[in-house]
């Protein structure tokens, strides 16, 4: 029996979250609809220059596993934050959200991360993230009794990024198969696909990921297409499993030659798109646990992702199990 149905892994950052227009993004050369990883002097400037900003505990792993734990399924959470204010109110914000987080923060060393995001008037999301503390994640903080207990452990692609990372997360990969349990990732951004094209190729095709969430600018990036069609036919043949989101078209899961388009739930106003993807395989992941059909799980993954990009911050402020059942999924 496992003690927890997802397991995530991740970057845990503190979101801080402004509205700005264009202009801003160009004089401060911010890269529009990315995540750009800066260095502490640059976080100190564009905090400076920011207007009135909301703080939110993020990290897409971290917004993951608050949402399968809003659809009452049973989380837990790695990432390393320090002992400073910013990482307490990480962990209380995911602990209270009823995930599983024991992590120990880090004594001595960079402070807790922190993305300030940037949103204009269209709601696309600009971040801009210090990872900190975060690069300090190693094989040393993996539980090896929670993986082993956890019927998928997700990771983000971002992690790709600190090296000592990939230590933690191919021991998490040979954990969860030697207990009969699955990998999932999330390619992230197209940016971090063109960094990693290579690695994440080798990740599914070796097995050591079964199930991969993308959206479609990562697809196309993976496989360095504009070729849609290309891009899932060839996603489809390199691992068991994906889920590839396409904004207001909904998504398409695709297992093997099977493919599942599952239309966007209709929202009534667009208000920030952060957290859209995460929340996604929250949805999907949850239903893949409970053992519902593939296209059960995409709607729940759409319910989820409709839901959140209809407030500010990545994290469902409403109960996803009380919209599930008004949805007539559960």
């Known amino acids: 029996m496992a003690t927890y149905d997802v397991l995530t892994i991740g970057n845990a950052i503190v979101d801080i979250i402004s509205r700005c227009d264009d202009d801003f993004l160009i004089d401060n050369a911010i890269t529009k609809g990315a995540m750009n990883l800066i260095d502490a002097e640059r976080a100190e400037l564009l905090y400076s220059r920011m207007g009135p900003a909301v703080e939110a505990s993020g990290g897409s792993a971290g917004n993951t596993a608050a949402g399968v734990a809003s659809f009452n399924g049973r989380a837990a959470y790695f990432g390393k934050v320090a002992r400073d204010q910013l ?12 995930v599983y987080f024991q992590t120990e923060p880090l004594e001595d060393g960079a402070p807790t991360a922190r993305s300030m995001i940037f949103v204009t ?8 993230t210090y990872l900190g503390a975060c690069v300090e994640f190693g094989p040393e903080d993996v539980e090896e009794r929670v993986v082993a207990e956890s019927k998928v452990t997700y990771f983000e692609g971002y992690l790709w990024d600190p090296p000592r990372a990939k230590e933690a997360i191919l021991a998490c990969a040979r954990i969860a198969h030697a207990n009969h349990r699955e990998m999932s990732m999330t390619l992230s951004d197209s940016f971090c696909v063109g960094r990693y094209r290579g690695e994440f190729l080798e990740l599914m095709r070796s097995g050591t990921v079964d199930i991969v969430f993308a959206n479609r600018d990562e697809a196309l ?6 070729d849609f069609d290309l891009a899932l036919t060839k996603i489809g043949a390199d691992c068991k499993l994906a889920a590839v989101t396409m904004s207001e078209e909904g998504a398409m899961i695709v297992r093997g030659g099977e493919r599942i388009h599952v239309p966007a739930t209709r929202i009534g106003q667009l208000v920030d798109t952060t957290g859209a993807g995460d929340l996604f395989a929250a949805g999907f992941l949850h239903g893949y646990t409970q053992g519902r059909s593939l296209e059960d799980c995409g709607r ?17 402020m409403a109960s996803l199990a009380e919209a599930a059942k008004k949805a007539g999924l559960a």
Do not use: K, W
């Open 87 to 98: 990482g307490e109110i990480f962990e209380h914000d995911i602990r209270a959200q009823g």
């Open 121 to 128: 008037p269209d709601s696309e999301r600009s971040m801009n």
């Open 221 to 226: 990036s993976l496989y360095e297409t504009q």
């Open 300 to 316: 729940f993954g759409c319910l989820a992702a409709g839901i959140v990009i209809q407030q500010i911050g990545p994290r469902p």
